[in-house]
């Protein structure tokens, strides 16, 4: 089975073409514009938005598109690249795809398409996007559909807060764990936009991967949307709190400070996980041994970088 990964430099794609790379009926390439070599995997440098597809890629069975810029945050304040890398990269990948006879397509989506709801949101909810992250994910969910006409089998992934090992520490625009663990990290009080009530749904992403190869495994995925999450809600004040105890702060809480809030930004919401559950998914690691880890592996980082 010869499968393409997109983003694959990036956090969730990283570990996915890592796994992908284990399996022995797997070909596996790579495309993403930095280098970030996989054992095992022929990668492709370059830029979606950009590249010969017809030249540079040979037939797949299975595309799994990763590759985003995927802030809420900076798709407000860098327009012209939110649209080149959330709405160019992949209309030409499906273009791509059609024109090669790909038959199946994961996408990775967001929560974003949601917005703000008052509890649990399941996958009929009407999308309400706050942020133009979230508009361009839903844009390219509805894409999806229009090329279901050319035989394109696709499945939608909307990711909650997904958070783990490798997230980038350096990009305090993206990534509430990562953002929050970095200052910890530091000693330095963390800036908290809005009420320290608002609340999110976090999700490892060993499980995360879980569920992008089931959707390999799974043809009854197909032509679906499925909500990948933890289906818990956890306030920013536990959130704190338990990363402050990961990384083994003295204190019961960890000090904060408020800071003014963002376009985009949302008070909260949290996954409904039956449909995918009903595939025998399930997030099987408790957010406090995820940040544990998560904060061990940042902690053997800063060693090896000192």
């Known amino acids: 089975m010869r499968i393409l990964v997109t983003g694959s430099a990036g956090f969730i794609g990283r570990h996915l073409a890592r796994r992908l790379a284990l399996l022995p009926d797997v070909e596996l390439w790579t495309l993403d514009r930095r280098e970030m070599p996989i054992a095992g995997a022929n990668a492709i440098i370059g830029d979606l938005a950009e590249l010969d597809l017809g030249e540079e890629l040979p037939e797949f069975d299975l595309v799994y598109h990763l590759a985003a810029q995927a802030s809420a945050r900076l798709s407000h304040e860098a327009i012209d690249e939110e649209l080149r890398d959330n709405v160019v990269a992949p209309l030409r990948l499906l273009e791509f795809c059609r024109s090669r006879g790909v038959s199946r397509v994961v996408f990775a989506s967001s929560m974003g398409v949601y917005g703000s709801t008052e509890g649990e949101v399941g996958e009929d909810a009407v999308p309400r996007p706050t942020s133009i992250y979230g508009a361009n994910k839903l844009v390219v969910e509805k894409y999806l559909e229009v090329y279901r006409q050319f035989g394109i089998r696709s499945t939608v992934l909307r990711l909650f807060n997904v958070y783990g090992p490798e997230q980038n520490m350096r990009n305090l625009k993206q990534g509430m764990v990562s953002i929050y663990l970095q200052y910890v990290m530091d000693g330095a009080e963390v800036p908290v936009t809005g009420s320290l009530d608002r609340f999110r749904d976090f999700v490892y992403v060993d499980d995360v991967?879980?569920?992008?190869?089931?959707?390999?495994?799974?043809?009854?995925?197909?032509?679906?949307?499925?909500?990948?999450?933890?289906?818990?809600?956890?306030?920013?004040?536990?959130?704190?709190?338990?990363?402050?105890?990961?990384?083994?702060?003295?204190?019961?809480?960890?000090?904060?400070?408020?800071?003014e809030g963002h376009a985009g930004d949302i008070l909260g919401n949290v996954a409904s996980i039956d449909q995918i559950a009903g595939f025998g998914w399930k997030a099987a690691v408790p957010l406090a041994e995820g940040l544990k880890r998560f904060a061990d592996w940042a902690k053997d980082s800063a060693e090896v970088a000192g």
Not at 213 to 220: F, K, T
Not at 234 to 241: F, G, K, N, P
Request: hydrophobic share 35%.
């Open 209 to 259: 991967v879980e569920a992008f190869l089931l959707s390999m495994r799974e043809p009854g995925m197909s032509d679906r949307t499925f909500n990948v999450g933890s289906g818990k809600s956890t306030t920013v004040r536990e959130l704190i709190r338990l990363i402050g105890v990961a990384w083994g702060h003295p204190e019961p809480e960890y000090p904060v400070r408020e800071v």
